[in-house]
């Protein structure tokens, strides 16, 4: 019998993890995508400090209309912004498991328009 979709995402996610650690220089970018949100943070894995959050629920993102996918590049550019304040200009991009397609290419590439290197 084959693995569950959620264990088959976690097993994914674990392999992902190996390799982006976030440091104080490079904090890790962490996705967070359920059926209608999408959520993100940038994490500093060494004091595991969140340096900054983002996500389709915050109510700056309430006012934007469009597709979950135009949703996801909003909250990156947004995310990129409170990024930016903090002082962080390149990350570790972590995808949590999911396929880097669709709504989570949407935040990758939103975050890059608003200055984020990774």
């Not at 650690?21 to 999408?38: D, H």
């Given at each position: 019998?084959?693995?569950?979709?959620?264990?088959?995402?976690?097993?994914?996610?674990?392999?992902?993890?190996?390799?982006?650690?976030?440091?104080?220089?490079?904090?890790?970018?962490?996705?967070?995508?359920?059926?209608?949100?999408?959520?993100?943070?940038?994490?500093?894995?060494?004091?595991?400090?969140?340096?900054?959050?983002?996500?389709?629920?915050?109510?700056?993102?309430?006012?934007?209309?469009?597709?979950?996918?135009?949703?996801?590049a909003e909250v990156g550019k947004?995310?990129?912004?409170?990024?930016?304040?903090?002082?962080?200009?390149?990350?570790?991009?972590?995808?949590?498991?999911?396929?880097?397609?669709?709504?989570?290419?949407?935040?990758?590439?939103?975050?890059?328009?608003?200055?984020?290197?990774?």
């Amino acid at each position: 019998m084959g693995l569950t979709k959620s264990e088959n995402r976690s097993r994914i996610r674990r392999r992902i993890r190996k390799v982006s650690f976030g440091s104080q220089e490079r904090p890790r970018l962490s996705v967070f995508r359920s059926n209608k949100e999408i959520y993100a943070q940038i994490i500093d894995d060494t004091t595991g400090k969140t340096l900054a959050a983002a996500s389709s629920r915050d109510k700056a993102m309430s006012k934007v209309k469009g597709t979950k996918s135009e949703l996801a590049a909003e909250v990156g550019k947004t995310l990129a912004k409170k990024a930016l304040d903090a002082g962080v200009e390149t990350v570790a991009f972590d995808r949590g498991g999911y396929q880097y397609h669709g709504r989570v290419k949407s935040l990758a590439d939103g975050a890059r328009e608003g200055g984020l290197k990774f």
